[in-house]
């Protein structure tokens, strides 16, 4: 268990939706990233917060935000899916910007 | 920005045989280098790590070799098991291994299937 906790596991909705993916880093980590894995592209890097602000950006689409909360646990949205968007999407943590990730178990997200 | 080639995608060994994963970077600026292993169902586990100033790093049946010259670095599991079978994938980055250091970006090849036959 690599500490890191992420909710929902699974998630099934439609083509138009929103959804939120929630990430709870490992006990004192700082710094939160998203990846989107999918068999295509493989992990691909969204976006990186460390302490409440964003730090970085990777192949993120302008459908899709995130923000970390005062409490560090960070949020995913994804919004006006497509069917293209179905992936495991995973939440990494480190303790500081630079530090070794360490990976949640992922949301499966299937987009019908 | 950075690119990292993993060779090869599949790969199959008799258990207690060794198992070698290459792969090349881009950015001759990459200062750390990763592998992490992905069991079905599950995220990646970090198993090894090597920064830009080390050539070897060794963890029991595991060792990573880092040639910065031809920008290469490579995963060598000795006394395969049954267990070690899963997805492995090498990742690549530029930043600092400080705290306040710059934001590290993963870069990850395109994974490994190890399949370990008893």
């Known amino acids: 268990d690599s500490g890191v906790t992420q909710t929902p596991k699974h998630l099934i909705t439609a083509t138009g939706q929103r959804v939120t993916l929630r990430c709870s880093p490992r006990s004192g980590d700082l710094s939160v990233y998203w990846y989107q894995q999918s068999l295509d592209q493989g992990l691909q890097f969204l976006i990186q917060?460390?302490?409440?602000?964003?730090?970085a950006k990777g192949n993120i689409l302008e459908r899709f935000s995130a923000q970390q909360f005062p409490d560090l646990h960070s949020e995913l949205n994804l919004s006006s899916l497509e069917l293209g968007d179905s992936a495991l999407y995973f939440c990494?943590?480190?303790?500081?910007?630079?530090?070794?990730?360490?990976f949640g178990s992922g949301t499966q997200l299937s987009v019908l | 920005g950075e690119n990292v080639e993993q060779h090869p995608s599949t790969l199959s060994v008799q258990e207690g045989d060794s198992a070698v994963i290459k792969c090349t970077y881009s950015?001759?600026?990459?200062?750390?280098f990763p592998w992490y292993k992905q069991e079905l169902g599950k995220g990646p586990q970090l198993i090894i790590d090597?920064?830009?100033?080390?050539g070897e790093k060794k963890d029991q049946r595991i060792a990573v070799t880092l040639n910065k010259t031809a920008k290469h670095f490579s995963l060598h599991i000795t006394e395969t098991q049954p267990e070690d079978s899963a997805v492995y994938f090498c990742?690549?980055?530029?930043?600092?291994?400080?705290?306040?250091?710059?934001?590290?970006?993963?870069?990850f090849g395109s994974g490994t299937q190890l399949t370990v036959l008893p």
């Open positions: 090597i920064r830009s100033n080390v």
């Open positions: 990742a690549a980055s530029i930043g600092g291994i400080r705290e306040g250091g710059s934001a590290r970006q993963l870069t």
């Open positions: 990494a943590s480190s303790t500081g910007q630079g530090g070794k990730l360490f």
């Open positions: 950015d001759s600026a990459s200062n750390y």
């Open positions: 917060y460390y302490n409440g602000e964003e730090r």
